[in-house]
């Protein structure tokens, strides 16, 4: 169906109210002329529709510029819904709970880097476990599973020495959500959790290093320790199989009690319960669980990746890679708007606490929560921060990266996966991954203009560019 | 019997979808069309298959109506494979009602992985009865 938008700023686009029933708030999109036609190519302004149908979505169900089509929510859709009796939508954060990323930095710089970061990529995918099926070097017993599934990042730290408690100021929440509860975690999705602790999947998930190639905003880049050439690690990774089993378990538990709520939701995979309702208050402590596995996740990669740094280039500042910052981009948080708590399902989309905000890490207050956005393969990433005036254009809100623009099978029937690692090669970046198809599938045409993305997000005044990172090394599932 | 009626051969196919996987089922009977959703499956989790080895798995699942069968027959079949690193493409469906499902299934590991696939959603979810035959869509997480 083909939406006739009305823009209501310079990169702001609306569907009101009026345009079908049972639609709570208007459904509004952050792009400009070129990505609006892009994202009209698919079903993703129908699923924001949908969304604005939620019991208890406040404001607008939001878009964002790198939005496509997923299922129930858009990916890239935000949604805030009151509490404590609005709606909580597990197909609103998605299978991948707490898919994020997190930025390391190097001392190490180039041109130094240059004869090294080859053997660093060699070295990381012998250590790093990718793919699907893979597992990772820590088994956990159940009641560690159920610390780390409880407390998050600083279990792992404190009682395993995995990483530095330095570490933990610079994650999104500490790395730890105090909701967590085990216990309504099923033991079929701690069963699929058990042994993935450390490992990066498949699909779109990747570890990528790479070289600070533009600084926009030298004081944020001062704060976040970016400078010129530095050599950064970007990890884009979450809950594995356990999130996913998380997801499924309560998505069917949901949509068993939609009736008991009265709820007619327009898409069956919209399926919610009201925050307070046991369902709801089920979901969001074992959501809250999955979030923690998943920043232990990379908090264990992170890890993994400094042994290797220390294994090849000795000890010393070049080795000592240091946590920028660690955001989620699919989950659900309670955050305070004036004086209303909302629940804000961020699906494909990432928080943006702006410079005047005390839950960021203090060496970021006055410059705003770092925020990245991940390119295509072969692409730049941006470093962003967050603003102030992102509370109230788009719920503390903004993109998570280019955002798919083809289908997988489309990208495939464009581009030859070899010829595609030859020519990645040809610039460069060296490329670990095994499967050609799946290089073809993660393509650059397969995604939109990260730049036109980022640029948008700047316009709308939700986030502002930091730096630009170009991909040295790329490992893929 | 006019070429209308004649009922649809068991088939998969995969359409279109930005960021996932879209399955399409047809079958001339509903046991087909599940048994088609677990060949569909199999065939996106890897195109390097083995023969299947080992003893049958017994599988039940029950659910809220015949659709959501669908996707908890098909998140079944994900556990189990994410589990026991077997791709399942020998599949019997011993009995079917619209709430219930009992199966055997084999399998073995693949010489390689195609597609992770997380799980089987409710989006745009639909079994109809087509003609002779049944017609079924999901999409799956990827």
């Known amino acids: 169906m083909a939406y006739e938008l009305k823009q209501v700023g310079e990169v702001q686009y609306e569907l009101g109210r009026e345009l079908r029933p049972g639609m709570h708030v208007p459904a509004r999109v952050f792009a400009d002329e070129k990505l609006i036609s892009q994202i009209q190519r698919d079903h993703s302004l129908e699923q924001l529709v949908n969304v604005t149908s939620l019991p208890g979505i406040t404001r607008a169900a939001l878009g964002m510029p790198d939005m496509h089509e997923g299922y129930g929510f858009p990916v890239g859709g935000v949604a805030g819904t009151l509490a404590p009796d609005g709606a909580i939508s597990p197909g609103g954060i998605g299978f991948d709970i707490n898919c994020g990323v997190r930025l390391l930095v190097s001392e190490l710089r180039y041109p130094e880097a240059e004869s090294v970061v080859p053997t660093l990529v060699h070295e990381l995918s012998r250590s790093i476990p990718t793919g699907y099926g893979r597992h990772g070097r820590i088994s956990l017993s159940s009641a560690d599973l159920d610390r780390v599934l409880s407390e998050g990042c600083a279990y792992l730290v404190r009682e395993h020495g995995l990483g530095l408690e330095e570490d933990l100021e610079r994650i999104e929440s500490r790395g730890s959500l105090s909701g967590a509860d085990p216990s309504r975690v099923s033991d079929r999705a701690k069963q699929r959790g058990e042994d993935q602790l450390g490992t990066l999947g498949g699909g779109n998930h990747f570890l990528e290093l790479q070289r600070v190639d533009a600084v926009y905003d030298e004081e944020a880049a001062r704060a976040m320790r970016l400078g010129l050439g530095q050599v950064t690690v970007l990890i884009h990774t979450g809950s594995r199989g356990l999130g996913h089993q998380v997801c499924t378990d309560y998505v069917r538990e949901m949509d068993k009690a939609l009736a008991r709520y009265h709820f007619s939701l327009p898409d069956r995979q919209l399926a919610c319960a009201p925050l307070s309702s046991p369902e709801g208050k089920d979901y969001f402590a074992a959501m809250c669980a999955a979030a923690n596995f998943a920043w232990s996740n990379r908090q264990v990669l992170t890890h993994r990746i400094r042994e290797t740094f220390r294994r090849q280039l000795g000890p010393g500042p070049a080795s000592e890679l240091r946590v920028v910052y660690d955001v989620a981009h699919n989950i659900a948080k309670l955050e305070q708007f004036g004086k209303h708590t909302l629940c804000v399902h961020r699906k494909g989309a990432t928080r943006a606490f702006g410079p005047s905000s005390t839950e960021i890490p203090a060496a970021y207050r006055g410059i705003g929560q770092p925020i990245f956005i991940p390119g295509s393969m072969g692409t730049s990433s941006f470093v962003l921060a967050g603003t102030d005036a992102s509370k109230e254009l788009s719920l503390s809100s903004t993109c998570h990266g280019a955002g798919r623009a083809l289908s997988r099978t489309a990208a495939k029937k464009q581009v030859v996966g070899h010829e595609l690692r030859k020519q990645l090669e040809s610039q460069g970046i060296i490329v670990r991954c095994p499967s050609n198809a799946e290089l073809a599938e993660e393509a650059p045409l397969a995604y939109k203009d990260v730049e036109r993305v980022v640029d948008v997000v700047s316009r709308a005044g939700i986030a502002k560019k930091v730096a630009r990172l170009v991909p040295r090394g790329v490992l893929k599932g | ?142």
């Open chain 2, 1 to 142: 019997m006019n070429a209308r009626q004649q009922p649809p051969s068991a088939r998969h196919w995969f359409e279109e979808h930005t960021g996932e996987v879209e399955l399409h089922l047809a079958a001339p009977t509903l046991k087909q069309l599940f048994v088609e959703a677990g060949l569909g499956l199999a065939d996106l989790l890897s195109d390097q298959r083995r023969p299947p080895d080992g003893a049958p798995e017994s599988v039940e699942v029950e659910a809220a109506d015949r659709d959501a069968l669908l996707v908890d027959w098909m998140n079944e079949l994900i556990f189990r494979t994410e589990m026991r690193q077997k791709v399942y493409d020998e599949i019997r469906i011993n009995s079917l009602s619209d709430r219930r499902l009992h199966a055997d299934i084999r399998g073995a590991s693949p010489d390689g992985w195609r597609t992770a696939v997380k799980a089987a959603t409710f989006h745009r979810l639909e079994i109809a009865r087509e003609g002779a035959g049944y017609t079924g869509r999901v999409v799956l997480d990827v």
